[in-house]
């Protein structure tokens, strides 16, 4: 096997192809996640896939048409992400692509939304990615490789009613632009990916949400359509070639950079008057986890914790991948 070491290792590239390199993705079981394994798995990396869903991890990991592994961790834990960066080392060498994808979405009031499933949104999507970093860090040194954190337009315009969502998402986005300015030295370039409306099962009945429904109807025509995973995957694919500092999902959400000070106005005023117009016990039944990838993690947290659920929690709901 073909591996990249320590001694004289180069930034792939366009001198460089990635081809024969590893990429570790997190939260790869289902979503933008799987389809990205397969997209990394067809242009010739080998893939490591992490998420919390053993059994549909391997399912995805069969499928791959290069050499795979498929590692349940939780991205909360420290000790099992360093232990999953050994059985990557070990298994297919170190990685040269680290992508921070792993997240969960809860939504409704925040009132209404139990803390602890609030904080289990900001400690899988922000301190996760963080805890993701730091196992992997030592790896992308060795490779001169290329950190990936998945963020959100979620960032641009925080929402009611997806306050943990957005705060995580923020967080993850300013913590990617720290990070990149403490590791460039080393040849270590560092990525974030702004995802927009994305057809996973996070936003599932989307319309169904009251304020959720206001916000996307409110966005111009090209700015509603929702992409598909696959499709997402194509243009995060591209940009991970590229070692880009930004991706952007869809390619026009560039634009919007300049105009992200206006946007938690806009936001606002959009979301007050869908507020005024529900009532509260309409806003009360759209509270809880959202999506089947965040139930299987909130379920599994539930049960190490002993957490209870809260009265009135839905087994679904809608949350975009961007908002």
């Known amino acids: 096997m073909d591996r990249v ?25 289902r979503g933008v996640g799987r389809a990205l394994a397969e997209r990394l798995s067809g242009i010739g990396l080998r893939v490591a896939l992490v998420g919390r869903e053993e059994e549909t991890l391997h399912r995805a990991a069969a499928s791959l048409p290069s050499p795979s592994i498929c590692i349940e961790a939780d991205v909360t834990d420290r000790a099992a992400l360093d232990r999953a960066a050994q059985q ?34 900001i400690d899988v999507n922000l301190i996760g990615s963080a805890n993701t970093a730091r196992a992997f860090l030592p790896q992308l040194g060795r490779t001169r490789g290329y950190f990936l954190q998945i963020a959100s337009t979620a960032a641009f315009g925080s929402a009611p009613m997806m306050s943990a969502y957005c705060a995580s998402k923020a967080g993850a986005e300013s913590f990617a632009q720290a990070l990149r300015g403490e590791v460039e030295p080393d040849g270590i370039a560092v990525g974030i990916a702004y995802l927009h409306w994305t057809g996973t099962d996070m936003i599932s009945g989307i319309d169904d ?115």
Do not use: K, M
């Open 209 to 323: 949400h009251p304020v959720l429904r206001a916000l996307r109807q409110n966005q111009p025509w090209f700015a509603r359509r929702v992409h598909s995973p696959a499709q997402v995957a194509d243009w995060l694919t591209a940009g991970i070639i590229r070692r880009a500092h930004h991706i952007y999902a869809p390619p026009w959400l560039r634009w919007c950079q300049p105009l992200r000070p206006l946007f938690p106005a806009l936001v606002s005023r959009t979301a007050r008057r869908e507020l005024r117009a529900s009532s509260s016990g309409e806003l009360a039944t759209d509270t809880g986890v959202l999506g089947a990838g965040g139930h299987a993690d909130w379920n599994a947290h539930a049960g190490r914790t002993h957490v209870g659920h809260r009265p009135g929690e839905q087994d679904g709901g809608t949350a975009p991948t961007g908002l």
């Open 5 to 29: 070491g320590d001694s004289g290792a180069r930034a792939f590239g366009q001198d460089a192809p990635p081809r024969g390199r590893v990429a570790v993705v997190t939260g790869a079981a």
């Open 88 to 121: 990557v080392a070990d298994r297919l060498g170190p990685a040269s692509v680290l992508v921070a994808n792993a997240g969960i979405a809860a939504g409704g009031p925040f009132s209404r939304t139990p803390a602890e499933l609030w904080q289990r949104v």
